[in-house]
């Protein structure tokens, strides 16, 4: 089962943050339940007013995220989705965007809560969409991952 094992994470007041969600357009109803996710995480972690971009797709994430990150963002949430298809496309995106984001996290030293699905069906993907009836909910996971690193990078410095 994935998310099996998962780590609980408890809001606490991160209003002090300032959080970027920036989010692909690509499986309107996927991307939705991921945005709605980070936006209830936000607001249990009470962030009022978080900056969300919309990008086209997965592949454009990480340029947004280092625009994000060069603006001052304490935090970026990053959400997309990816379902294979027939052709190599799926492991070239699932790369580019999964290294890119890593590197704007490492390069920046701000972390970039990861909430892009792999899968291999949409069936897949809504299902940890945090839509009603999905098992999980990763928009909000990547969410508190942010937010719970974001602190810790704060104390350290």
Do not use: N
């Amino acid at each position: 089962m994935s998310g099996h094992g998962a780590p609980t994470s408890q809001p606490f007041d991160a209003s002090g943050l300032r959080v970027a969600v920036v989010a692909a357009t690509w499986h309107t109803q996927v991307m939705d339940g991921l945005v709605a996710g980070a936006e209830r995480a936000l607001a249990a972690y009470g962030i009022s007013q978080p900056e969300i971009v919309r990008v086209p797709g997965t592949f454009e994430l990480p340029v947004v995220a280092a625009a994000l990150a060069k603006a001052g963002y304490d935090a970026v949430v990053a959400l997309g989705v990816v379902i294979r298809g027939g052709t190599p496309h799926f492991d070239y995106v699932c790369s580019a965007a999964t290294d890119g984001l890593t590197q704007v996290s490492v390069d920046h030293a701000m972390p970039v809560g990861f909430g892009v699905l792999t899968c291999d069906t949409e069936e897949q993907a809504i299902a940890r969409a945090g839509l009603e009836g999905s098992s999980e909910d990763k928009g909000w996971e990547a969410t508190a991952a942010a937010l719970d690193t974001a602190r810790i990078v704060r104390a350290i410095a």
